[in-house]
């Protein structure tokens, strides 16, 4: 990962952890199951001799018990560990790719429109935003989330993203709207740098994270970024396990220079960073037929 110079406390206390339900959830759990572990060891002859009105001799009252405590303190562990790695993904990790990310493009300068799809807290928003200021851009960034019900059900809200901006002394350069990332609402050609941390997989969830429907809706947010994007504009997307069908979709549009970095793990998943430029001639070829991928029949 990049080095920063940042104080991870501050970073912590600027933006706080999006969907911090689920380490808490890995981490109670966590707690549980180490709490049952130390009880299971410190009372094993008694367990043992419990069992034993059940097992066939002690032998098999002995192997119980000792199974079940060591699947107890290795599940304790794998929670652990689940927890720690979701409460660094969501700020370490991302400010660290978000790093990574703003580097794929080579001069910030003459960006006028950069795009966030699914924002959230700002992290990347606030880092492209640092970007333009010390670039001397006159440039602005655009953060969409999804639709406000959505931004609620999450906790998130433009007025918190926007006070991280303040925070970061970017707030001039930032602006927040929420919108479905599967209809853009902007006109075509319209951004210079569109940017994506973690959040394409999720679209088309509700259909099932492995079910065409959602392919085909994550395909369409896809080719919402390519229709939005300038003929020879840049988007970098960091997403967790979908690359490889970004990467077939991408050379089905006829974008240039695609590129893949290698695995990192984030929220327990492999993810990528998946970088692409739109041609600029980006013509539309007869052959080509246009879907609406709408699943309305599906439930």
């Not at 065409?212 to 994550?218: I, K």
């Amino acid at each position: 990962m990049g080095k920063t110079n940042r104080d991870w406390a501050q970073i912590y206390a600027i933006y706080g952890v999006d969907d911090w339900q689920t380490p808490l959830f890995l981490l109670i759990h966590a707690i549980g199951f180490s709490i049952l572990s130390v009880v299971l060891l410190l009372y094993f002859e008694p367990i043992c001799l419990f069992l034993q009105q059940f097992l066939p001799g002690p032998g098999s009252a002995r192997f119980s018990a000792g199974f079940t405590g060591s699947v107890t303190a290795i599940s304790a562990v794998c929670l652990f560990f689940a927890a720690a790695n979701f409460f660094y993904s969501a700020v370490a990790l991302h400010y660290d790719m978000s790093q990574r990310i703003v580097s794929s493009v080579s001069d910030w300068s003459c960006v006028k429109h950069a795009l966030d799809l699914g924002c959230g807290r700002g992290i990347l928003l606030n880092a492209v935003a640092q970007q333009l200021k010390k670039s001397g851009s006159s440039g602005r960034v655009v953060g969409l989330n999804p639709t406000r019900e959505k931004m609620e059900k999450r906790g998130l809200n433009p007025t918190h993203t926007l006070r991280t901006a303040g925070l970061e002394g970017v707030q001039e350069y930032v602006t927040c709207r929420p919108g479905d990332p599967r209809t853009l609402p902007f006109s075509d050609s319209y951004f210079d740098v569109v940017v994506s941390a973690v959040f394409v997989h999720t679209v088309g969830k509700e259909f099932g994270p492995k079910s065409a429907a959602a392919a085909a809706e994550r395909m369409r947010v896809l080719g919402e970024v390519v229709r939005v994007l300038k003929p020879g504009g840049v988007a970098v997307v960091w997403d967790l396990v979908h690359a490889a069908e970004y990467v077939q979709r991408l050379n089905e549009l006829k974008m240039e220079d695609i590129r893949v970095s290698e695995r990192v793990t984030a929220f327990m998943a492999g993810s990528h960073i998946v970088s692409f430029r739109k041609p600029r001639q980006h013509l539309v070829g007869p052959g080509e037929v246009r879907l609406d991928w709408r699943f309305n029949n599906l439930c």
